[in-house]
């Protein structure tokens, strides 16, 4: 069974695609890149950066969604608040 298994090599590039990269993306953003990243190699925290937006939209959707929610949430308190306040003088009205 185990002969039947095929080892497979990771794909490599034929070129290191630093020099591209470098030369099309602007500098303040692989600043950026490399302080998000706390990476030192440009190529690294870009990568990483790339590899993480999936995972960064995903956390903003569900923090919109919370803040959202949360809204309602404040807005039904406020109405709760002001029927209680009517009631309270309502009651010191007698």
């Known amino acids: 069974m185990l002969s039947a298994v095929r080892i497979l090599t990771p794909f490599r590039a034929a070129f290191s695609i630093g020099p591209i990269m470098r030369s099309d993306i602007p500098p303040d953003l692989i600043r950026d890149a490399r302080l998000y990243a706390c990476c030192e190699d440009d ?36 109405s709760r ?14």
């Open 43 to 78: 190529t690294d925290a870009i990568c990483w950066v790339l590899r993480d937006y999936g995972r960064l939209l995903s956390e903003l959707r569900t923090l919109r969604r919370r803040a959202s929610q949360l809204d309602s949430e404040a807005a039904d308190l406020d």
């Open 81 to 94: 608040l002001e029927r209680l306040q009517s009631a309270c003088r309502a009651i010191l009205d007698l």
